[in-house]
T-cell receptor
Framework: EAQVTQNPRYLITVTGKKLTVTCSQN?????MSWYRQDPGLGLRQIYY???????DKGDVPEGYKVSRKEKRNFPLILESPSPNQTSLYFC????????????FGPGTRLTVT | AQSVTQLDSQVPVFEEAPVELRCNYS??????LFWYVQYPNQGLQLLLK??????LVKGINGFEAEFNKSQTSFHLRKPSVHISDTAEYFC?????????FGAGTTVTVRA
C-alpha cells in the first residue's frame, strides 16, 4: 500500500530534551515536506526537500532541523524543544511534477511541557 | 506568494442538506488548487484538485468544486451531506515548492 508513515504518533516531552520524529514514504517521491498544524492557522510548512541531500526552509523553520540522507526518509529534529512547538505535525511527499499534489502521513501530536 | 482565504471557520449543517464551503485565493498566472479533508484524528486526504481544463471538478464522496478565475474562488459543494462528512476541510493552492493552506472550515453534520 502506498503510504507515508510517521513515528511516533503521540509524544509528550519536556523543554530542552532533543527529539526526532521520523517520516518514511514508499512511493519513490522526490519531494518531501514537514508541516505543522495549529488551530485557526491551517498548515504551515516547516522544511522541505526536493531530493536527497537537498533541503530548504519553509515558512516557519525556527527551532527545527531536517536531513535527507535517503530518498524515502525525512526526519524532523527538534534539538531543544520549547512549549511553543506544541502542535500537530504532518509529513507529506509528492512527485516533482507541475502540481505538487501532496500525500500526507497520519500526523504526530507533540506536547512540550 | 500565493495565499488562500477560507471564508467560514465553522459550518453546521443538517444531514441530507446541501453544503458549500467558500475558498478564495490570490490571483496568479497559473493556479493549481486542492481541497483536502481531515477526519477526526486522521491525516489529510485529497478530496479533489483543479489543475486545468473543465472548471467543474468532481471528487470523492460526492463532493465537487468550481474554479472561477474572475472571482478567484474555488468553492466546494455537496448536494446532500451525511453524518460521516463531519470533518475539517482545507483549501490549498500550489505556491512555489509547497502548498499554501487556508485556515480550515469545520463542518459538523447533525441528524
Amino acid at each position: 500500500e502506498a503510504q507515508v508513515t510517521q513515528n511516533p504518533r503521540y509524544l509528550i516531552t519536556v523543554t530542552g530534551k532533543k527529539l526526532t520524529v521520523t517520516c518514511s514514504q514508499n512511493m519513490n517521491h522526490e519531494y518531501m515536506s514537514w508541516y505543522r498544524q495549529d488551530p485557526g492557522l491551517g498548515l504551515r510548512q516547516i522544511y522541505y526537500s526536493m531530493n536527497v541531500e537537498v533541503t530548504d526552509k519553509g515558512d516557519v523553520p525556527e527551532g527545527y532541523k531536517v536531513s535527507r540522507k535517503e530518498k524515502r526518509n525525512f526526519p524532523l529534529i527538534l534539538e531543544s524543544p520549547s512549549p511553543n512547538q506544541t502542535s500537530l505535525y504532518f509529513c507529506a511527499s509528492s512527485p516533482r511534477d507541475y502540481s505538487y499534489e501532496q500525500y500526507f502521513g497520519p500526523g504526530t501530536r507533540l506536547t512540550v511541557t | 506568494a500565493q495565499s488562500v482565504t477560507q471564508l467560514d471557520s465553522q459550518v453546521p449543517v443538517f444531514e441530507e442538506a446541501p453544503v458549500e464551503l467558500r475558498c478564495n485565493y490570490s490571483s496568479s498566472v497559473s493556479v493549481y488548487l486542492f481541497w483536502y479533508v481531515q477526519y477526526p484524528n486522521q491525516g489529510l486526504q485529497l478530496l479533489l484538485k483543479y489543475l486545468s481544463g473543465s472548471t467543474l471538478v468532481k471528487g470523492i464522496n460526492g463532493f465537487e468544486a468550481e474554479f472561477n478565475k474572475s472571482q478567484t474562488s474555488f468553492h466546494l459543494r455537496k448536494p446532500s451531506v451525511h453524518i460521516s462528512d463531519t470533518a475539517e476541510y482545507f483549501c490549498a493552492v500550489r505556491d512555489d515548492y509547497k502548498l499554501s493552506f487556508g485556515a480550515g472550515t469545520t463542518v459538523t453534520v447533525r441528524a
